[in-house]
């Protein structure tokens, strides 16, 4: 079956502008994930949803990051006035409540 | 704070070795252990899921095992190939937090 789908695949902006990524998951998966990946922190977790429950948000790196989950499928991260140090890999995975997660490809953002 | 830690950073072997890939924690109260393999500019491909209840889990030619009250899992590989040459990560969920925290990951090269 599909797996989890990312867009777009690359994102270049301008600093202070606002970008939205978004995630598709594995179709009946009730958990949604964000990370991120840069060459200075590795792979840090950013939000998570699971089912009804509010989202983890703790990963959250400042209040410019937002991420909402519509209908318990789609996911959108929103950053606004973007900065340089957001520049990384953006990954999204699903997983069946506790279970094994599934990674998308990616959105590489780029901050000039 | 969990913090995962994975050595060596690199390790380059010619093909057909057997090798050990070495991972650790440091809080033992974890719920599951994942192995990923990540090729470059791609996003993360699950090999091996082991819950904490679990000591080992197998998928062809890899082997994962985890030693809970240690803080360690090691990933095997047999007959190692250049199709194998990727990084790997190693990340583990908490218990009440379905986040994957992650390690900086193993650099492979197998040589033909």
């Known amino acids: 079956g599909a797996g989890v789908s990312q867009s777009p695949s690359n994102k270049v902006t301008e600093k202070g502008k606002d970008v939205e990524l978004r995630c598709d998951p594995i179709?009946?998966?009730?958990?949604l994930y964000w990370y991120r990946q840069s060459l200075g922190q590795g792979l840090e977790f950013l939000i998570y949803?699971?089912?009804?429950?509010?989202?983890?948000k703790s990963g959250l790196p400042s209040d410019r990051f937002s991420a909402e989950r519509t209908g318990g499928s789609v996911s959108t991260l929103t950053i606004q006035r973007t900065q340089q140090e957001d520049s990384a890999v953006y990954l999204c995975a699903s997983s069946l409540d506790w279970g094994e997660q599934f990674f998308g490809p990616g959105t590489r953002l780029t901050v000039l | 704070k969990q913090e995962v830690t994975q050595i060596p950073a690199a390790l380059s072997v010619p093909e057909g070795e057997n090798l050990v890939l070495n991972c650790s924690f440091t809080?033992?109260?974890?719920?599951?252990l994942q192995w990923f393999r990540q090729d470059p500019g791609k996003g993360l491909t699950s090999l091996l899921l082991?819950?904490?209840?679990?000591r080992e889990q197998t998928s062809g030619r890899l082997n994962a095992s985890l030693d809970k009250s240690s803080g360690r899992s090691t990933l095997y590989i047999a007959a190692s190939q250049p199709g194998d040459s990727a990084t790997y990560l190693c990340a583990v969920t908490g218990r009440g937090a379905q986040k994957l925290v992650f390690g900086q990951g193993t650099r492979l090269t197998i040589n033909p």
């Open positions: 082991i819950q904490s209840s679990q």
């Open positions: 949803f699971q089912g009804n429950s509010a989202p983890d």
């Open positions: 809080d033992s109260a974890i719920y599951n």
């Open positions: 179709s009946g998966h009730t958990a």
